[in-house]
């Protein structure tokens, strides 16, 4: 079974500031997506980026960007030029591309404090 | 266009009676998620439907938990005796495919709590 680990339960950046947060995963599949969701205390989860396991170049969305290590399976976003709006709780989560592609894994995520 | 509708937004139940949660998939949406998301935790994967069949409930606790996506209306999770430990926040997703890389758009939850 896959896991998701995210090893930091808390971050804080300033404002305007660049941020990372770390995520490595486990699992035997070659390929799969890996996507990072924000959730803000209104509680939607907000998908931020998404990553294909068969692309190499990292995606980027605005702001945010990730950098997929595949051996390594890692998968950390770089919060760049942070805002307030920013703050909220990061969840890592995985999928795979085979039989059960419908189910996300997720970590147990990163708050993340925006000081201003 | 509107999103995943989830009501109530926040539900209080006594122990032993029942819980009912409902979700309206965003328009055009076929495929209906439930996940819990308990206290400190990420969110679980408990039960995947479709209209009128539920293709995995492979998450969904054997007993008291049940779901259903009829023809019409809303997909409905229900909770019997509902206990202490049954209480977090259960979120509905919908999307049009399952085939990568549909996307899953998320409600912003049901927050249950148990006294």
């Known amino acids: 079974a896959q896991t998701v680990t995210q090893s930091q339960p808390e971050m804080s950046v300033q404002e305007a500031e660049t941020v990372t947060l770390s995520c490595t995963y486990d699992?035997?599949?070659?390929?799969?997506?890996l996507f990072w969701y924000k959730q803000p205390p209104s509680r939607q989860m907000i998908l931020v980026i998404r990553?294909?396991?068969?692309?190499?170049q990292n995606a980027t969305e605005n702001r945010f960007s990730v950098n997929f290590q595949k051996a390594a399976k890692s998968f950390s976003l770089k919060i760049s030029d942070s805002q307030l709006g920013d703050a909220a709780m990061y969840f890592c989560?995985?999928?795979?591309?085979?039989?059960?592609?419908?189910?996300?894994?997720f970590g147990k995520g990163t708050l993340l404090t925006v000081n201003p | 266009n509107a999103g995943v509708m989830q009501n109530p937004r926040h539900l209080v139940r006594r122990r032993g009676q029942e819980a009912r949660l409902r979700c309206s998939p965003m328009?055009?949406?076929?495929?209906v998620y439930w996940y819990r998301q308990l206290p400190e935790e990420g969110l679980k994967f408990m039960v995947y439907l479709q209209k009128e069949n539920i293709i995995d409930e492979s998450g969904m606790p054997k007993e008291r938990f049940s779901a259903e996506f009829p023809k019409e209306g809303p997909s409905i999770l229900r909770i019997q005796q509902v206990v202490r430990g049954d209480s977090a926040a259960y979120f509905c997703a919908s999307s049009q495919r399952t085939t990568s890389p549909g996307e899953l758009f998320f409600g912003e939850g049901s927050r249950l709590t148990v006294l």
């Open positions: 328009k055009g949406h076929s495929h």
């Open positions: 989560a995985y999928r795979s591309s085979g039989g059960s592609n419908y189910k996300l894994t």
């Open positions: 990553q294909e396991a068969y692309k190499q």
């Open positions: 699992t035997s599949e070659s390929d799969y997506y």
